[in-house]
Nanobody
C-alpha cells in the first residue's frame, strides 16, 4: 500500500503561484511513477503532469506547459507541482497519484490516490 497526502492548495489571484506537495508513505517511493491530476466542477479528471521514477522523464498537458513544473525528491518521498502564472481556469481539486511502473501518463495506470487539495484562482 502507498499512502499519499497532498498539501499546498489555496486561494490565489490570477498570475500568482502555488506549490503543491504530495508526501508518500508505505512502499518504496522511488519505485513509482507519480502524477498530478485535477478535476474541476462538471468536468472530467485530467492529467496535469507526470514524472518517471528517476525523474528523467516528465509530461505536461498543453494547457500548463511553461507554467507548471513537476519534480520529485526521492529522499523525502515527496513529489511537487510548482504552479506559476495561475489562471482562473486552473481552478480545480488537484490530486497526486502513484503508479507502479517506470513512467506513465495514463490515468488508469495510477493505483494509489491522495485525497485532493483545492486550488482556486480568482480573476
Amino acid at each position: 500500500q502507498v499512502q499519499l497526502v497532498e498539501s499546498g492548495g489555496g486561494l490565489v489571484q490570477a498570475g500568482g503561484s502555488l506549490r503543491l506537495s504530495c508526501a508518500s508513505s508505505g512502499r518504496t517511493f522511488s519505485n513509482y511513477a507519480m502524477g498530478w491530476f485535477r478535476q474541476a466542477p462538471g468536468k472530467e479528471r485530467e492529467i496535469v503532469a507526470a514524472i518517471s521514477r528517476s525523474a528523467g522523464s516528465t509530461y505536461y498537458v498543453d494547457s500548463v506547459k511553461g507554467r507548471f513544473t513537476i519534480f520529485r525528491d526521492n529522499a523525502k518521498n515527496t513529489v511537487y507541482l510548482q504552479m506559476n502564472s495561475l489562471k482562473p481556469e486552473d481552478t480545480a481539486v488537484y490530486y497526486c497519484a502513484a503508479a507502479n511502473t517506470p513512467y506513465t501518463r495514463l490515468g488508469d495506470d495510477y493505483r494509489y490516490w491522495g485525497q485532493g487539495t483545492q486550488v482556486t484562482v480568482s480573476s
